[in-house]
């Protein structure tokens, strides 16, 4: 009887076995390529092909962090990557680099993506609309060709959504707490599991796994809690209906994201461009600065200029310290990174400002689709565009202070230059040219500026001081003042009356009309910068409200379980053809419970034991005892089960104790809960209960379809059903073994059917190495 239950063949082949070094702590296949990514205890992240050839290694974030969760992103070329201090991170797995990043502020407890693929048909046509940014918009210049410290990244070229379908990364944390980010990148919903579910709230708590629907109506969520596991089903009926809204918005999202951190690197670049201008300034006027009395240095400088007297100090350091071969290269060096600046103003920071303000022009059209997004997204984004203007504006005046200070540190250098050779009682060169009265206006304006001012703010306190006073001392220059985050202490000076800004002062209305930028004279670029990030991550954080609000309880299950007996494992997936979730829990080493959460909320539940052996039938008698240990669906009809089996004292048949892999067929289980009567709301299943049906284990497989695991004792496995591939990890957690499930094929074949992008980690592992 029981082999007409066995659709199990026994072709699993042992194709690798790796000592990894280290314990392991996660274990993920992708389904997508032949590919297993290995989460250390080191908080390391190592990606393998199926013959152990490392792809790439990737570190922590910080020192000290561990790995608690690792997830590959449908049908792309991404993976997310969890920590225990709540940092999630997006890498592209063909180079390695960082997508995205965000913290869920908690230890992380799981993660996992989940796809939906309903309900797009009347969103297909924004596929263009999303894409013309490619047609309208020009391509960001590669900050790798205007700095030597930029990565060399493709900003333009977005592939965090090439197939159009919203996926979805569950993250749960320790404290109880369910984060959904559409994309990984847009953030749908933060859910209070204890609060939704009512259940009392315990520090000794965490969420275990949790897992979408494939129309995204349903969430179910295994909450551990004392000595109870919890199966909870949430209903959300926004998220389900306005999915393909929110794709849009995510996509759109993840556009601004990444045009942002464009913007990021470039004032990265930009900050060190000007620390250069400030080294060579430091080196020679600052050990001149901190000897002369505080408001001494224009004095000394406006009397050189009005009057040709020099004071000895001052002749010392230009005779001495300064020199004239050495002010030509000061005055060379300074020109030169201030053309680097203006290089990263005009072109990559230009650029990236005006691509946000073409996506926020896009969203707002899209906002006034009420019928579409207003559920969603109840303001427009007006304010995140005044913010982008604003900071346009701010760049645009950036350069006009660049263009200024390049002019006065010509006249500057002209003039002292001619001062150091009449020091010198050397004739002037013949071609020397000469200084208009207008370059000596700017010149006097510019030498009345040398003393410290910033480090005199009646906002500043003594120890902002103190950093200042040490790190400058001249106050030569009037960009980096734009780069820091305080208000500019130099704002820019109209020279001729500006008649837009009388209009606007003498007119309220026009002053506050959303469509006019303000011009926020007194902050510095990076003020503005913050100020626009703040205002994108308060415009997208809408849906992430109004998403999870509207999780509703639908049915919950509560499974006791013994005070030294924890739970094992839990497996969740989505049944397609019937719509409905999927459940396996290992309760413990004799249970194992199968479940069904249908679309209606209601779950049926069967547990599964290996009882007593059937008096009469005698081929699982060599086995002994058998008990669980680990359990992943394959695949939605089959369940992968790992199990050790213990030598039965009163047989001497029976062999030693060991592990077996099992690929138990779900059909017979799944035509039992035909006839199950299904959980109603609030019900409580108790160990050993009555009202639980039973079916004994035996009678549900062959014993041909058990493979023992040879030379190892397994504590966990990670299976791929798209891939046919199953990782063993030992007991040790070091040692790792790989298995074809399709034991026929050969193995050239099976590496054939890797995807395309196999080449293409051949190539980025040889850089690497390289």
Known sequence: ???????????????????????????????????????????????????????????????????????????????????????????????????????????????????????????????????????????????????????????????????????????????????????????????????????????KARICDAKLSANFKQLVVALVQDAALNVIVLENNVLHKYSGSLLNLAIKHAQILNTMTYINETIECIIEAWETVLLEMDNKLTHYAKDQPEGSISAD??????????????????LRDLTEKGLRKLGYSIELSYVMIQKLVVKPLYSAAYAVFYHLTVLEGMLRNRY??????????????????????????????????????KIFFRWLNVVIVRLMDEPLQENQPTITQQEINYLADFLSNFD????????????????????????????????????????????????????????????DCPVVFAHREELSLLQEHKRLKASLGQLFDQPSGVIATDFRQKNLL?????????????????????????????????????GECHADGGLKIVRLRFEEKPYFDQRFDTIGTITFRHAQFYNEDTLSLLLRTQADGAEERCTASGSYFLQLNLHTVRQFLRTVETHEFLHTL?????????????????????????????????????????????????????????????????????????????????????
Request: aromatic share 8%; with cysteine.
């Open 1 to 203: 009887m029981a082999g007409q239950y066995s659709t199990n063949r026994n072709l699993m082949k042992q194709t690798s076995n790796k000592n990894i070094g280290c314990k392991v702590d996660v274990l993920q296949w992708s389904e997508e390529m032949d590919l297993l990514a290995i989460g250390t205890e080191k908080g390391d992240v190592i990606l393998q092909r199926l013959k152990w050839q490392k792809v790439w290694q990737l570190s922590p974030p910080e020192d000290g962090l561990k790995v608690r969760g690792i997830a590959w992103r449908p049908l792309e070329k991404m993976i997310a990557i969890g920590y225990s201090n709540g940092a999630i991170v997006l890498i592209n797995i063909e180079n390695k680099e960082e997508v995205h990043s965000f913290s869920v502020e908690s230890d992380i407890s799981f993660m996992n993506w989940t796809e939906n693929r309903e309900g797009l048909a009347p969103f297909n046509g924004s596929r263009s609309m999303l894409n013309n940014h490619l047609k309208y918009l020009p391509e960001l210049p590669a900050l790798s060709s205007l700095s030597s410290s930029a990565k060399p990244t493709n900003h333009t070229r977005m592939d965090f959504c090439a197939k159009h379908i919203l996926q979805m990364l569950l993250v749960g944390t320790t404290s109880g707490l369910l984060h959904l980010s559409a994309l990984g990148m847009l953030p749908a919903g933060r859910v209070d599991v204890f609060a939704t579910a009512g259940l009392p709230s315990t520090s």
């Open 301 to 318: 400088f406006l009397e050189l200029l009005m009057f040709g007297i020099t004071s000895p100090a001052l002749e010392k350091f230009l």
């Open 372 to 409: 579409y997004y207003g559920p969603l997204m109840s303001s427009s984004a007006t304010e995140a565009l005044r913010d982008c203007g604003a900071f346009q504006i701010k760049a645009y005046e950036l350069q006009q202070t660049i263009d200024t200070s390049k002019r006065d540190f």
């Open 452 to 511: 410290g001012t910033l480090c005199h703010e009646s906002g500043a306190t003594n120890e902002s001081r103190r950093s200042i006073n040490a790190r400058r001392k001249f106050n030569l220059e009037r960009v980096g003042q734009y780069l820091e985050d305080k208000p500019l202490v130099h704002p820019t000076l109209q020279e001729e009356p500006n008649q837009w800004k009388r209009l606007l002062e003498q007119n309220e209305c026009f002053r």
């Open 558 to 594: 509560t499974i006791r379980t013994a005070p030294n007996d924890a739970i094992r494992s839990f497996s969740f997936t989505n049944h397609t053809r019937d719509d409905i979730t999927l459940i396996a829990i290992v309760q413990s080493s004799q249970t194992l419970l199968f």
């Open 686 to 770: 108790v160990e050993d209960a009555a009202g639980c049906h039973v079916l004994n284990m035996y009678t549900l497989i062959d014993e041909s379809a058990l493979k023992m695991l040879d030379g190892t004792d397994g504590f966990r496995i990670a299976v791929s059903g798209k891939r046919n591939m199953a990782a063993v990890l030992a007991e040790s957690l070091r040692n790792v073994r790989i298995y074809d499930m399709d034991g026929q094929e050969e193995e050239d074949d099976l590496l054939d059917t890797s995807s395309q992008i196999n080449s293409s980690l051949e190539n980025s592992q040889e850089s690497i190495q390289a």
